[in-house]
């Protein structure tokens, strides 16, 4: 069974701490992907990787950046986190250079004091 | 920026009756998929439609793709109160598919 692993499902930070947000899939897919999730907005793009040491910019990467060092495993880091940035995270993967299902992760809803 | 949008935002039925949640997007799609998300879960994956198909069937699930009013609907028959759930489209032109805001669903036992 495919499987997208999140670390966390619930966090609670401080205003300018440093947060790691953690995302492993087991189905060697090259392409993976954060979104944030908030109400009446849908899902929005922050970071895409479609290989390891590769990533590119989504429609929101201001005060994000990503890390993938292995294949299965694609990092989402703020780098001080601010209350807006109170949200629910979503890592997901697909294979191939076409647009093809994404599996998600059970996402991590993080709060900001 | 978001390429598809879901109409309507919010549906309310009985169970046993059928939803029908539609789609519109702006540009030229390779394909266009359907997602579910029970609340405060991540998307499940429910059926992909290709450009060049026009209708697809998975269960209770019937998708229809129309690329020259650049629309697609998703119907889902005999609802069932487990059915209740927001539904997101995502339109793919490249490999990364964008989402609408979605259609959050409530069947009524």
């Known amino acids: 069974d495919v499987k997208v692993t999140q670390s966390s499902r619930y966090l609670v930070k401080r205003t300018g701490e440093k947060v790691f947000l953690e995302c492993v899939q087991d189905?060697?897919?090259?392409?993976m992907f954060w979104y944030r999730q908030d109400p009446g907005l849908g899902l929005r793009l922050i970071y895409f990787s479609y290989d390891v040491k590769m990533k590119e910019k989504g429609d929101i990467p201001e005060g994000y950046s990503v890390s993938r060092e292995k294949k299965e495993r694609f990092s989402l880091i703020l780098e001080s986190a601010s209350t807006n940035q109170t949200s629910m995270y979503l890592c997901a993967s697909s294979d191939g250079l076409t647009s093809g299902e994404l599996f998600f992760g059970e996402g991590s809803r993080l709060t900001v004091l | 920026s978001q390429q598809g949008e879901e109409d309507p935002q919010a549906l309310s039925i009985q169970e046993g009756e059928n939803a029908t949640m539609n789609c519109s997007y702006k540009?030229?799609?390779?394909?266009l998929q359907w997602y579910r998300q029970n609340s405060g879960r991540g998307l499940v994956h429910l059926i992909l439609?290709?450009?060049?198909?026009r209708e697809k069937h998975s269960g209770r699930l019937r998708v229809t793709l129309d690329t020259s009013k650049k629309s697609s609907s998703l119907l889902i028959t005999a609802s069932r109160a487990a059915d209740t759930a927001s539904y997101f489209c995502?339109?793919?032109?490249?490999?990364?598919?964008?989402f609408g805001r979605g259609t959050s669903l409530i069947v009524h036992p």
């Open positions: 995502a339109c793919g032109a490249s490999y990364i598919p964008t």
């Open positions: 189905m060697d897919h090259e392409n």
């Open positions: 439609i290709r450009s060049n198909e």
């Open positions: 540009t030229s799609i390779n394909n």
